[in-house]
């Protein structure tokens, strides 16, 4: 199936449908400025709710996580869908059949993978041991960045976010709808030559115990071979699959990287459709085992830097929040390009990058970056 959206670049400011004021910093695809959604959230909430439902209809996903009172409940990642008979999931992954969830296993999984050599773009790049070597001898092959090894790039298609503003909003037309490819089948990819595996997607945590599951068998087969299990994640999983995570990363010298979206739950939820609270108490629950594995560094954050919205403010409170858990922690402010529904707004201004970049320094933390320069102007 291929899904059309039809592209929101006006070339004219948008109107906020709360305040009336017109900016070229507010999404039509939300209609909404930052600041009625920081401080009027609940009589804007109807107009968040519409925008997402009208983002996920295309993709014939639910508009919210089902709560059926006597469906089947799924509790892999935040929204802890109840599905009703026949019903599905929040993801799209699973389906409620004579009351057992069938769709996405242990063993089966939507997902495809390709090989990236390294160094590569990875988030965590600037720290992690393909891109300079931390942790040798121990986790990396060499010194240096790692020449000659590559990443086995594993994507997922499916996510429990609805990011408005998403990089890889294509997926949606694949989540549920594709092959289902065993757990087997993705170790078998690990060849001599890869060094680090990395699920990311849309998001691997709707999918975590099949990750889980290919890791391990991916790291039995390469016995005696440095292979690094890495995630990149809105870090939604139940905390019980996160604990998982922690022992395959920290055993392989893997990193895990956090996508911190927004500060404000309010900024969060108009963005993402979901709340950020899971993915904070699961930021601080890894913030705990930072010190075990200093090089190369467990846990690693990052923001996208989404004009009108994440801001100095969003970033000023996220970068309190990390520094104040471990500020050794390494944090990537992201430059933004508009995709998906938010392509009427801009790339990342400079003086905004700039701006967000001395406020995570002014909140104490050692080690910030910014990422993706060539999309500034």
């Given at each position: 199936?291929?899904?059309?959206?039809?592209?929101?670049?006006?070339?004219?400011?948008?109107?906020?449908?709360?305040?009336?004021?017109?900016?070229?910093?507010?999404s039509?695809?939300?209609?909404?400025?930052?600041?009625?959604i920081?401080?009027?959230?609940?009589?804007?909430?109807?107009?968040?709710?519409?925008?997402?439902?009208?983002?996920?209809?295309?993709?014939?996903?639910?508009?919210?996580?089902?709560?059926?009172?006597?469906?089947?409940?799924?509790?892999?990642?935040?929204?802890?869908?109840?599905?009703?008979?026949?019903?599905?999931?929040?993801?799209?992954?699973?389906?409620?059949?004579?009351?057992?969830?069938?769709?996405?296993?242990?063993?089966?999984?939507?997902?495809?993978?390709?090989?990236?050599?390294l160094?590569?773009?990875?988030?965590?790049?600037?720290?992690?041991?393909?891109?300079?070597?931390?942790?040798?001898?121990?986790?990396?092959?060499?010194?240096?960045?790692?020449?000659?090894?590559?990443?086995?790039?594993?994507?997922?298609?499916?996510?429990?976010?609805?990011?408005?503003?998403?990089?890889?909003?294509?997926?949606?037309?694949?989540?549920?709808?594709?092959?289902?490819?065993?757990a087997?089948?993705?170790?078998?990819?690990?060849?001599?030559?890869?060094?680090?595996?990395?699920?990311?997607?849309?998001?691997?945590?709707?999918?975590?115990?099949?990750?889980?599951?290919?890791?391990?068998?991916?790291?039995?087969?390469?016995?005696?071979?440095?292979l690094?299990?890495?995630w990149?994640?809105?870090?939604?999983?139940?905390?019980?699959?996160?604990?998982?995570?922690?022992?395959?990363?920290?055993?392989?010298?893997?990193?895990?990287?956090?996508?911190?979206?927004?500060?404000?739950?309010?900024?969060?939820?108009?963005?993402?459709?979901?709340?950020?609270?899971?993915?904070?108490?699961?930021?601080?629950?890894?913030?705990?085992?930072?010190?075990?594995?200093?090089?190369?560094?467990?846990?690693?954050?990052?923001?996208?830097?989404?004009?009108?919205?994440?801001?100095?403010e969003?970033?000023?409170?996220?970068?309190?929040?990390?520094?104040?858990?471990?500020?050794?922690?390494?944090?990537?402010?992201?430059?933004?390009?508009?995709?998906?529904?938010?392509?009427?707004?801009?790339?990342?201004?400079?003086?905004?990058?700039?701006?967000?970049?001395?406020?995570?320094?002014?909140?104490?933390?050692?080690?910030?970056?910014?990422?993706?320069?060539?999309?500034?102007?």
């Open positions: 199936m291929r899904i059309r959206l039809q592209s929101l670049a006006t070339g004219t400011p948008a109107k906020c449908q709360h305040c009336g004021k017109e900016s070229p910093l507010i039509g695809s939300l209609g909404l400025c930052s600041d009625c920081r401080h009027h959230f609940d009589e804007v909430l109807p107009t968040i709710k519409q925008s997402h439902c009208k983002a996920r209809e295309p993709f014939a996903l639910p508009p919210y996580p089902p709560r059926a009172e006597a469906g089947k409940t799924c509790r892999i990642c935040v929204n802890e869908c109840s599905i009703a008979e026949g019903g599905v999931g929040y993801c799209g992954l699973r389906t409620n059949i004579e009351g057992k969830l069938k769709g996405a296993t242990a063993n089966l999984a939507n997902v495809s993978w390709y090989y990236d050599l160094p590569t773009n990875c988030v965590a790049d600037w720290v992690c041991p393909g891109g300079t070597g931390a942790g040798y001898p121990d986790f990396a092959y060499r010194r240096g960045v790692e020449r000659g090894y590559k990443n086995l790039a594993v994507f997922f298609q499916a996510c429990s976010f609805d990011c408005l503003f998403c990089q890889n909003w294509h997926f949606r037309q694949q989540a549920g709808r594709r092959p289902w490819v065993t087997s089948k993705l170790a078998e990819a690990v060849v001599e030559s890869t060094s680090c595996i990395c699920f990311f997607g849309g998001d691997p945590t709707p999918q975590l115990p099949y990750a889980i599951y290919a890791s391990r068998l991916a790291l039995k087969k390469s016995q005696g071979h440095i690094r299990i890495c990149e994640t809105n870090g939604s999983m139940h905390p019980a699959l996160l604990k998982q995570m922690v022992v395959l990363s920290l055993n392989s010298g893997g990193c895990i990287k956090f996508d911190l979206k927004a500060w404000s739950d309010e900024i969060h939820i108009a963005l993402c459709g979901i709340s950020n609270q899971r993915t904070l108490d699961n930021f601080r629950f890894l913030a705990g085992f930072t010190k075990i594995r200093p090089s190369p560094p467990l846990l690693v954050a990052s923001t996208l830097l989404v004009p009108g919205y994440v801001d100095k969003e970033v000023a409170g996220i970068a309190a929040f990390v520094s104040s858990l471990d500020h050794d922690i390494p944090y990537t402010l992201l430059a933004f390009c508009p995709d998906f529904l938010m392509t009427d707004l801009p790339a990342t201004f400079r003086q905004q990058a700039n701006e967000c970049l001395e406020a995570a320094r002014a909140a104490g933390l050692k080690r910030v970056r910014l990422g993706n320069i060539h999309l500034l102007h």
